[in-house]
C-alpha cells in the first residue's frame, strides 16, 4: 500500500517569496493533516481537513498560509509571502476519521527561507 | 491546554540494552489514546506503539512497551535489546481533548552505542 507522498522533499526561497506543498494521504484516509516542525522541536498541527472540509485551522497564520483540499484527496499548503521564521519541516499526515485512529506521515517538506 | 512533557531531551543506551523514556501530560477525558512516535534522521515519522487509555493492559509491539499509568497520566516507553536503527527522535503524543487530534511533546533524542 503507497504510503503519503510530499513534493517537494526541499525548498529553499527568499522572505517575501511565495511558496506551495503537495502532499497525497493514502487512499481511503478522510482526514488530513499538516503539521510545521521547527527544528529541534515536535510537530505542530496548522490545518486538520476531514474529506474537502476544514476541522481546525485554529493555528494556521491566515495572514499568510493557505491550505485546499480539493475533491477530499490531494491537498496544498501555501505560504505566501514567507518569513524567515516559516523555515521548517512541514508534514502531512493521513487518518481514517475516528478518535483513536493511527495517523500515518508522509516524507515531509524541508523549507528554508533566506 | 493540553500539555506534554517529555522530561528527557537526550537519552543513549547501549546496543542490547533496555532504555526507558518518560512522557506525562494532561487531559481531562476518560475515553483516548496515546501514542508513541519515532523520526529517525530521514524525518519520516513512523508510529511505534499505541495504547487505549480504558484498556487495563499495556500495550507491547516486540521489543517495545508502554508503562501506562492512566491516574498519574503518565506513558513511558521501554526499548529492550536496543539496535543501532533504534536511534531517533521519539515523540509521546497524546490527544488534544476528546478529538483525533494529537499534541506532540518535545521529543527525546535517542542515541544507540555500540
Known amino acids: 500500500e503507497a504510503g503519503v507522498a510530499q513534493s517537494p522533499r526541499y525548498k529553499i526561497i527568499e522572505k517575501r517569496q511565495s511558496v506551495a506543498f503537495w502532499c497525497n494521504p493514502i487512499?481511503?484516509?478522510?482526514?488530513l493533516y499538516w503539521y510545521q516542525q521547527i527544528l529541534g522541536q515536535g510537530p505542530k498541527l496548522l490545518i486538520q481537513?476531514?474529506?474537502?472540509?476544514?476541522?481546525?485551522d485554529s493555528q494556521l497564520p491566515k495572514d499568510r498560509f493557505s491550505a485546499e483540499r480539493l475533491k477530499g484527496v490531494d491537498s496544498t499548503l501555501k505560504i505566501q509571502p514567507a518569513k524567515l521564521e516559516d523555515s521548517a519541516v512541514y508534514l502531512c499526515?493521513?487518518?481514517?476519521?475516528?478518535?483513536?485512529?493511527?495517523?500515518?506521515f508522509g516524507p515531509g517538506t524541508r523549507l528554508l527561507v533566506l | 491546554a493540553q500539555t506534554v512533557t517529555q522530561s528527557q531531551p537526550e537519552m543513549s543506551v547501549q546496543e542490547a540494552e533496555t532504555v526507558t523514556l518518560s512522557c506525562t501530560y494532561d487531559t481531562s477525558e476518560s475515553d483516548y489514546y496515546l501514542f508513541w512516535y519515532k523520526q529517525p534522521p530521514s524525518r519520516q515519522m513512523i508510529l511505534v506503539i499505541r495504547q487505549e487509555a480504558y484498556k487495563q493492559q499495556n500495550a507491547t509491539e516486540n521489543r517495545f512497551s508502554v508503562n501506562f499509568q492512566k491516574a498519574a497520566k503518565s506513558f513511558s516507553l521501554k526499548i529492550s535489546d536496543s539496535q543501532l536503527g533504534d536511534a531517533a527522535m521519539y515523540f509521546c503524543?497524546?490527544?488534544?481533548?476528546?478529538?483525533?487530534?494529537?499534541?506532540f511533546g518535545k521529543g527525546t533524542k535517542l542515541t544507540v552505542n555500540p
Open positions: 481537513f476531514q474529506n474537502n472540509g476544514v476541522v481546525d
Open positions: 499526515a493521513s487518518s481514517f476519521y475516528r478518535v483513536g485512529e493511527t495517523q500515518y
Open positions: 487512499s481511503g484516509h478522510a482526514t
Open positions: 503524543a497524546p490527544p488534544q481533548g476528546g478529538s483525533e487530534k494529537l499534541v
